[in-house]
C-alpha cells in the first residue's frame, strides 16, 4: 500500500538541538562528535530522538521541512555540521517570525508540483505554540505537537502520527 504524502514542519532551536538560538552563536562551528558543536564558547547538543524522529517520518512517507526563526545560514551550517541536513527535504527557515507564511509558501510551491497535502496531514513539532495563532488562522487546523509539554518525547510524538495520520479511517 502506498502511502499518503504527509507535512512535517520542525522548529529547530529547542526541539533538534538542546540551544534556544542558534542564531545568537556566530559560525563556524566545530564538530566535536556526531551529536555536540561548538560556536564560540557554546557547545551545542542534537538531541538524537528527534533525529531518529525525522528519519522514521520520512521513511513513513513524510516531506520534511525546518520551520525555524534563525538567520538560515547559521541553522544551515549547524544541520551541516551535525550531518542530518539531508533529512531535510526543503529549508523554511528565516530571521522572521512569520512561520505561517513561510508554511503557507511551502504548501503553494508543493502544489504547483502536483503535491496536495490536506490540512490534517500537516504536523507541525515545535517547543513553542507562539506561532499557532496565525498558522490556524491561515492555513488551518494542522496537527501541532508541543514537543516537551503536550507529548514527553519523540515516541509520544509518532503515537499522534501514526493515529491521526498515518492510520486510515474507518469507512462507516
Known amino acids: 500500500m502506498e502511502i499518503k504524502p504527509w507535512l512535517l514542519a ?3 532551536d529547542g526541539t533538534v538541538w538542546d540551544n534556544l538560538n542558534i542564531s545568537g552563536i556566530m559560525p563556524p562551528y566545530e564538530k566535536i562528535n556526531d551529536d555536540k558543536i561548538r560556536g564560540e564558547k557554546t557547545i551545542v547538543t542534537l538531541y538524537r530522538e528527534a533525529v531518529n524522529f525525522i528519519q522514521w517520518s520520512k521513511e513513513n512517507g513524510a516531506i520534511i521541512t525546518s520551520l525555524s526563526w534563525n538567520k538560515k545560514l547559521h541553522a544551515s551550517e549547524a544541520l551541516e555540521k551535525f550531518g542530518i541536513s539531508d533529512l531535510f527535504d526543503y529549508n ?9 507564511q513561510r508554511l ?3 504548501l503553494n510551491s508543493l502544489s504547483e508540483k502536483g503535491i496536495h497535502i ?4 500537516i504536523v507541525y513539532i515545535d517547543d513553542r ?3 499557532m ?7 488551518g487546523d494542522i496537527i501541532f505537537i508541543n514537543i516537551w509539554k503536550t507529548t514527553k518525547d ?4 509518532k503515537k499522534i502520527i501514526m493515529d491521526r495520520v498515518l492510520t486510515e479511517p474507518e469507512i462507516q
Open 129 to 131: 505554540d507562539l506561532h
Open 92 to 100: 523554511s527557515t528565516d530571521v522572521t517570525p512569520d512561520k505561517d
Open 118 to 121: 490536506d490540512v490534517n496531514r
Open 10 to 12: 520542525m522548529d529547530l
Open 154 to 157: 519523540y515516541d509520544e510524538a
Open 133 to 139: 495563532d496565525n498558522i490556524r488562522k491561515n492555513i
Open 104 to 106: 503557507l509558501r511551502l
